[in-house]
């Protein structure tokens, strides 16, 4: 049974900075590609950064470049995302995500989906 759980969400007032994890388990072939997403009440879901197995550069939503940085470290099967500088609008539910299948990382439906770790940041 594939499971993504995240972590490392929160409160953090503005400017301050968190680190989300999401260990992954039950992937029989390694992700293609893995990717965080947010939500926010009353928005739509939002890709905010992927990575992509076989190497090239990450992608980042315009509103987080600078800021965030998704990397992974393979041996632990986990996926981080370092946010600094947050802002009140990064305020959302995180989720990680991922897929084995390479035509669907530049897209939001992902095969596998973790829990959700909520990220609030205050003024």
């Known amino acids: 049974q594939v499971q993504l759980v995240e972590s490392g969400g929160g409160s953090v007032q503005a400017g301050g900075s968190l680190r989300l994890s999401c260990a992954t388990f039950?992937?029989?072939?390694?992700?293609?590609?893995m990717g965080w997403f947010r939500q926010a009440p009353g928005k739509e879901r939002e890709k905010v950064a992927r990575?992509?197995?076989?190497?090239?550069?990450?992608y980042y939503t315009d509103s987080v470049k600078g800021r965030f940085t998704i990397s992974q470290d393979n041996a632990k099967n986990t996926l981080y995302l370092q946010m600094n500088s947050l802002k009140r609008e990064d305020t959302a539910m995180y989720y990680c995500?991922?897929?084995?299948?390479?035509?669907?990382?530049?897209?939001?439906?992902?095969?596998?989906w973790g829990q959700g770790t909520q990220v609030t940041v205050s003024t």
């Open positions: 995500a991922a897929d084995t299948r390479s035509w669907k990382c530049d897209t939001n439906e992902y095969r596998y």
């Open positions: 990575i992509v197995d076989m190497g090239g550069n990450p």
């Open positions: 039950g992937i029989t072939y390694t992700p293609y590609c």
